[in-house]
């Protein structure tokens, strides 16, 4: 193993550094689940270590490493079991992602198509984008970052989870009226934030489609999306391309059957541990 393969926690407790955790794992786990690893360990979140699909996601955390740091490390192991794995699993995975959500709609787009992805290999998770100055000037916000840009089509995604419009926070009618009325004003905020950073965004030139629980879950619902931000790019841009092409490509109906079925695996809900490895 290369040198730095290890971190002493304490005089009795040492762990794998996390590249090297990467490599452990990919020997044990379902491909499609170690990129899920390798997207948390680039990432800004954290699942429950005990229950990580369906316990709670901690956010705002530093990223443990990076794809490159991953890759070079690699690069210097030999004749480790799994590395090949490793190395194929880890060009599907990008750095960035802030959620557990975002990072399951990012494994779909880059996957190749025979493997229950979309095949669009070219995107960035996070990218900061500013607002024209004319917004600017009238005091809209600078900048807004949409969860999921393609480099290859003006349009991206955001997932908008169930904090978005968190109709559960609303206290119960036990409540005090205040209560329910703050409690209204707070949801209804976050929602029309949610708005105006689509609209700026498409000020800028990028159409960003909101995913939805729902999306996902409905049988074809998230090839639904992804039609939808092709048929929008090329509206924008009065022309269709081979990124377009390649989207199409991956509506074939088996196809579909097996992203869904890849989908509802990965998704963080009790009923995916009765549908196996994918």
Known sequence: LPAG?????????????PELLFLELASVMDPAALELVGYELCGTFSRDP?????????????PLTSVQKIKDYLSRCTGIRGLGAARRAIERVRDDAWSAMEAI?????????????YGIGELVLNEREN???ELKRRGVRGSRVPDIG???????FNYDGRGHLDLGSIPAETQSAGEIKAALAEVREKYVDDLRRNRELLAGGRIVMPIVAEDLMEYGGLDTV???AVLA?????GRSGEEGARVRRALDKRLSAKRQQLIWSLYPWTGGRSLGDY
Do not use: D, K, Y
């Open 150 to 156: 393609l480099a290859n089509l003006p349009v991206g």
């Open 131 to 133: 607002t024209p100055g």
């Open 233 to 237: 790019a090329e509206r924008l841009t």
């Open 5 to 17: 393969s290890f971190a002493r926690v304490s005089s009795e407790f040492t762990i794998p550094c």
């Open 50 to 62: 005990a229950n990580p699909r369906t316990g709670g996601v901690t956010h705002g955390l530093s």
């Open 105 to 117: 709609v990012a494994l779909l787009l880059v996957r190749p198509q025979n493997e229950g992805g």
């Open 226 to 228: 992804i039609l939808e």
